[in-house]
């Protein structure tokens, strides 16, 4: 089997070590890193993986996939390369799709107050998160959460899922058309960071927690950080 990951962060390098325990033939497409990101191009030359920092294209194809995955990939894929393996091609994204498509979409979740956020495998086609869903989970948003315990939680479990999703692309599974309420959230840190004391209090708590994913700045207020609605209290008094 020739896989092509495209992938980032330890979401990337969990997927890498699934298929090199499969033992495929693998080329990875990913991302230089700073310090506190996983690194998935140590990861490939540990395991004499070969790797590009490229954006994928047929061009640097270094062979004819039989699948493709993007496991936290920050490029957008080429038009020609969904059309090339279309059914093939596959995304994890960090939401129940068809709601929050697009960035930021556990935080949004988070702030907006839901009750579960989750994610979505779905093949990839020429839309932005509109493709047909392979495999889909709830994950509950607990009033404890912070940006950070949302996304590992979602993403922990989103990994336990990938041998299912991998499985289904092979046995070529169509997956199932989105439904329901849509919504798009751009790229973009929500609201600039900055609390607005016209929200009400709720939301406010709400935004503080979702901000919080060191070593991200936090929420801010009248130019200072902000870690708690305590410390929001204090600055607004």
Not at 156 to 168: G, I, Q, S, V, Y
Request: glycine share 6%; with cysteine.
């Amino acid at each position: 089997m020739n896989v092509i990951l495209c992938g980032y962060n330890w979401t990337g390098c969990k997927a890498l070590q699934y298929l090199l325990d499969l033992k495929y033939n693998i080329f990875v497409y990913t991302h230089g890193n700073p310090s506190h990101i996983p690194s998935l191009i140590e990861m490939c030359k540990a395991n004499g993986v070969d790797y590009s920092t490229e954006n994928i294209s047929k061009v640097t194809l270094p062979f004819e996939p039989d699948i493709i995955c993007s496991i936290y990939y920050r490029y957008i894929i080429k038009e020609h390369i969904i059309e090339a393996y279309q059914g093939k091609i596959f995304n994890l994204h960090p939401a129940l799709i068809p709601k929050y498509r697009g960035c930021s979409s556990l935080t949004w979740a988070l702030i907006n107050g839901e009750e579960f956020a989750g994610f979505t495998f779905h093949y990839i086609n020429k839309g932005i998160d509109t493709g047909r869903i392979i495999l889909q989970e709830k994950v509950r948003i607990e009033s404890f959460d912070t940006q950070a315990t949302l996304y590992k939680r979602a993403m922990f479990k989103a990994m336990e899922a990938f041998p299912t999703t991998l499985d289904k692309v092979i046995a070529n599974y169509k997956g199932r058309e989105q439904d329901g309420e849509v919504s798009y959230y751009k790229r973009g840190c929500p609201h600039d960071g900055i609390i607005n004391p016209n929200w009400d209090e709720k939301y406010i708590k709400r935004f503080i927690r979702a901000m919080i994913y060191p070593p991200y700045p936090p929420a801010f207020f009248q130019g200072k950080e902000v870690y708690t609605y305590e410390d929001y209290l204090k600055l607004k008094a």
